[in-house]
């Protein structure tokens, strides 16, 4: 195992298309959850999935963004009619059942670029 | 709310000079605090927590840092930096409800000058 994965690592689009990135995480993690960094800035939390439910949405998750994780294993997350406001470092990161004590593990992350 | 500050945009410091990397936080119970370090485009790497114990942790890469309650601090030290240490550094508060989400800072430039 080779620690938490992200797919694409790099997506240019045109304004209005849609995008869907893919998450790998660290196999034994049951914890997954999104982050959406944007230049300069620290990493604003999107959203939280304990094995396949979705249990916490940022505000920051508009209509127009959507995460899945349909098996309990690897997550996707999917931006509708991208605007230029998209563009972004989206990063996962994953983490064992722990509680309080266990940190995250980040994977690469994904940057969006939307033209 | 959790949340944690980091006052400065950038630290700058010689090679073989200790550095700081400053870290305040508020929270509401016990804080589980850590730091995360950045390098251009990739992700974030773990460095080290606080869960309870010792106010001095130990972690990577030779990096400590030392909780204070009474001035509700973490700052990043280390006693020699190297121009390899130069990046991002985030530090980072636990959400307190079922997500355990981590709660990050703005982020702090280190330059470490030959």
């Known amino acids: 195992d080779t620690g938490v994965s992200q797919d694409p690592r790099h997506k240019i689009t045109k304004r209005g298309q849609n995008v869907t990135f893919r998450c790998d995480p660290i196999s034994e993690h049951n914890r997954l959850y999104w982050y959406r960094q944007t230049l300069g800035q620290g990493p604003e939390f999107l959203t939280y999935f304990q094995n396949e439910a979705q249990l916490e949405k940022s505000r920051l998750l508009s209509d127009r963004f959507s995460a899945e994780r349909p098996k309990g294993s690897f997550s996707t997350l999917e931006i509708q009619r991208t605007e230029q406001g998209d563009s972004a470092m989206y990063l996962c990161?994953?983490?064992?059942?722990?509680?309080?004590?266990?940190?995250?593990?980040f994977g690469e992350g994904s940057r969006l670029t939307v033209l | 709310a959790q949340s944690v500050a980091q006052p400065e945009d950038q630290v700058n410091v010689a090679e073989g000079n200790p550095l700081t990397v400053k870290c305040t936080y508020s929270v509401s119970g016990n804080p589980y605090l850590f730091w995360y370090v950045q390098y251009p485009n990739r992700g974030l790497q773990f460095l080290l927590k606080?869960?309870?114990?010792?106010?001095l942790v130990k972690g990577s890469y030779g990096f400590e840092a030392e909780f204070n309650k009474s001035q509700t601090s973490f700052h990043l030290k280390k006693p020699s930096a190297l121009v390899s240490d130069s990046a991002l550094y985030f530090c980072?508060?636990?959400?307190?409800?079922?997500?355990?989400?981590?709660?990050f800072g703005s982020g702090t430039r280190l330059l470490v000058r030959p």
């Open positions: 606080y869960i309870t114990g010792d106010n």
């Open positions: 980072a508060v636990r959400d307190i409800d079922s997500s355990y989400k981590l709660i």
């Open positions: 990161a994953s983490s064992e059942d722990r509680g309080v004590t266990g940190e995250l593990f």
